[in-house]
């Protein structure tokens, strides 16, 4: 039996490989940004280490290692293996797998089937795998980058065990150039700030970073930040506003502005129309920017990415991509926080496990008599009625303690908001203690 975690030893062809082919990892030690699910107790790695599989949906983004993980399955197991791209077939393809499948059943070998973009079959598709995994007729690994609850059937959903891979971070990509360094015997030609620029426009995607690390380990003279800019353009795929190139440059869109980089952002900008991307998707995502980035560091920053959206489908292109223009470096120039962000998710949390806890009796309206009698309303303080326009009386749930969620930053108007807060805390604990 092999050492199923061992280094292993990438051997080149004859004919070059890509660079990410060859770094492919084949033992679970050597996939990165995963620990979750290849780490000590981790669900993949018990699979491994038992030997028993299940079928599986494996949910991530794009080069985040789910065919590499499929892979690394599919060699530790007794099963025969058979790969397939929901792209490229049909029902009729399934029918041979399956049929395929239950002679080699009989003959007492059982089939692991990996089907890449899974989400890709409609839903009579789907369908079809159904009995051949309820019977374990095969073992199914499905990989897909949409949101299987959303792409994947429920049925199907429910023989199958979803496996969530994260975006690769910094370390993780870090970790795959220092591999490229390895193999190829060469330190990538960069400057500090372009290879952590390379990180940056790789947004998680390993693949990507391979690819571009490819391209640089050409290059005879070190690159900074604009020359690797101008070669990774040049040198790039089409851009694709159904596929991988999509989700790169709005990525790359969207960490510019919340970096406060105009420069790049308004770049980015122009890469994603002259590709064709609907200008209406980018005004979209601006507006969740506006939101989600900025807040209420700056409360204006959402009625301008609002109207320049309105304004746009008003003149349409070209015209009205300068309005888009214009929000955009104002998104960027604007101070940042994520403060409601944050404060928005912990509540919604707090409010999914304490769901059964009813408002505080005083702040409930009494319309009857009976109502009134069993103490709705009573102690109700109209905070109008207080010299300071505060009652600070406590309008959470009985036995839920007070909780910050929101706690504002030191910039822009929220330095504003937090000298209110802090106010009213003071006096609350004056009133109440």
């Given at each position: 039996?092999?050492?199923?975690?061992?280094q292993?030893?990438?051997?080149?062809?004859?004919?070059?490989?890509?660079?990410?082919?060859?770094?492919?990892?084949?033992?679970?030690?050597?996939?990165?940004?995963?620990?979750?699910?290849?780490?000590?107790?981790?669900?993949?790695?018990?699979?491994?280490?038992?030997?028993?599989?299940?079928?599986?949906?494996?949910?991530?983004?794009?080069?985040?290692?789910?065919?590499?993980?499929?892979?690394?399955?599919?060699?530790?197991?007794?099963?025969?293996?058979?790969?397939?791209s929901?792209?490229?077939?049909?029902?009729?393809?399934?029918?041979?797998?399956?049929?395929?499948?239950?002679?080699?059943?009989?003959?007492?070998?059982?089939?692991?089937?990996?089907?890449?973009?899974?989400h890709?079959?409609?839903?009579?598709?789907?369908?079809?795998?159904?009995?051949?995994?309820?019977?374990?007729?095969?073992?199914?690994i499905?990989?897909?980058?949409?949101?299987?609850?959303?792409?994947?059937?429920?049925?199907?959903?429910?023989?199958?065990?979803?496996?969530?891979?994260?975006?690769?971070?910094?370390?993780?990509?870090d970790?795959?150039?220092?591999?490229?360094?390895k193999?190829?015997?060469?330190?990538?030609?960069?400057?500090?700030?372009?290879?952590?620029?390379?990180?940056?426009?790789?947004?998680?995607?390993?693949?990507?970073?391979?690819?571009?690390?490819?391209?640089?380990?050409?290059?005879?003279?070190?690159?900074?930040?604009?020359?690797l800019?101008?070669?990774?353009?040049?040198?790039?795929?089409?851009?694709?506003?159904a596929?991988?190139?999509?989700?790169?440059?709005?990525?790359?869109?969207?960490?510019?502005?919340?970096?406060?980089?105009?420069?790049?952002?308004?770049y980015?900008?122009?890469?994603?129309?002259?590709?064709?991307?609907?200008?209406?998707?980018?005004?979209?995502?601006?507006?969740?920017?506006?939101s989600?980035?900025?807040?209420l560091?700056?409360?204006?920053?959402?009625?301008?990415?609002?109207?320049?959206?309105?304004?746009?489908?008003?003149?349409?292109?070209?015209?009205?991509?300068?309005?888009?223009?214009q929000?955009?470096?104002?998104?960027?120039?604007?101070?940042?926080?994520?403060?409601?962000?944050?404060?928005?998710?912990?509540?919604?949390?707090?409010a999914?496990?304490?769901?059964?806890?009813?408002?505080?009796?005083?702040?409930?309206?009494?319309?009857?008599?009976?109502?009134?009698?069993?103490?709705?309303?009573?102690?109700?303080?109209?905070?109008?009625?207080?010299?300071?326009?505060?009652?600070?009386?406590?309008y959470?749930?009985?036995?839920?303690?007070?909780r910050?969620?929101?706690?504002?930053?030191?910039?822009?108007?929220?330095?504003?908001?937090?000298?209110?807060?802090?106010?009213?805390?003071?006096?609350?604990?004056?009133?109440?203690?």
């Amino acid at each position: 039996m092999p050492d199923l975690f061992a280094q292993d030893v990438v051997n080149d062809d004859i004919m070059p490989r890509p660079l990410a082919d060859r770094l492919r990892p084949r033992v679970l030690d050597d996939v990165v940004g995963q620990a979750h699910l290849t780490g000590p107790g981790g669900v993949l790695r018990r699979m491994v280490e038992q030997r028993k599989m299940s079928s599986i949906i494996l949910w991530g983004p794009p080069g985040c290692g789910k065919t590499t993980l499929a892979r690394i399955l599919a060699d530790h197991t007794d099963t025969h293996f058979e790969q397939i791209s929901a792209i490229f077939s049909g029902v009729a393809d399934l029918r041979k797998v399956f049929d395929a499948a239950r002679l080699r059943r009989q003959a007492g070998r059982g089939t692991l089937l990996f089907v890449d973009e899974i989400h890709r079959f409609n839903k009579s598709q789907q369908d079809a795998f159904l009995p051949v995994v309820e019977d374990g007729t095969i073992i199914l690994i499905g990989a897909t980058t949409e949101n299987p609850s959303f792409e994947l059937n429920a049925a199907l959903m429910s023989r199958a065990q979803l496996t969530v891979l994260k975006r690769l971070d910094d370390d993780a990509i870090d970790s795959l150039l220092r591999r490229a360094e390895k193999e190829t015997g060469r330190r990538l030609p960069l400057t500090e700030a372009a290879r952590e620029a390379l990180k940056a426009m790789a947004d998680g995607d390993g693949r990507y970073a391979l690819t571009m690390a490819e391209q640089v380990l050409n290059q005879e003279d070190e690159l900074d930040v604009e020359s690797l800019s101008a070669l990774v353009s040049r040198r790039a795929p089409l851009y694709d506003k159904a596929d991988d190139g999509h989700y790169n440059l709005i990525s790359a869109l969207h960490k510019s502005v919340r970096g406060s980089d105009p420069q790049a952002a308004l770049y980015w900008l122009c890469r994603m129309l002259q590709g064709g991307e609907d200008p209406r998707f980018i005004a979209r995502r601006m507006v969740r920017m506006a939101s989600e980035d900025i807040g209420l560091a700056d409360p204006q920053a959402l009625q301008i990415a609002l109207a320049a959206w309105e304004t746009y489908e008003r003149l349409g292109s070209p015209e009205g991509e300068l309005t888009l223009a214009q929000a955009l470096v104002y998104l960027a120039a604007a101070p940042k926080s994520n403060a409601v962000y944050k404060a928005y998710n912990s509540a919604r949390q707090t409010a999914r496990d304490t769901g059964s806890l009813m408002p505080p009796a005083h702040i409930l309206n009494a319309p009857t008599r009976l109502m009134k009698e069993a103490g709705y309303g009573a102690g109700y303080q109209y905070d109008h009625d207080t010299p300071e326009g505060f009652s600070g009386q406590d309008y959470f749930p009985e036995g839920l303690k007070r909780r910050d969620f929101y706690s504002p930053v030191e910039r822009g108007f929220e330095r504003e908001i937090a000298k209110r807060l802090e106010y009213w805390d003071k006096l609350r604990e004056k009133k109440h203690g």
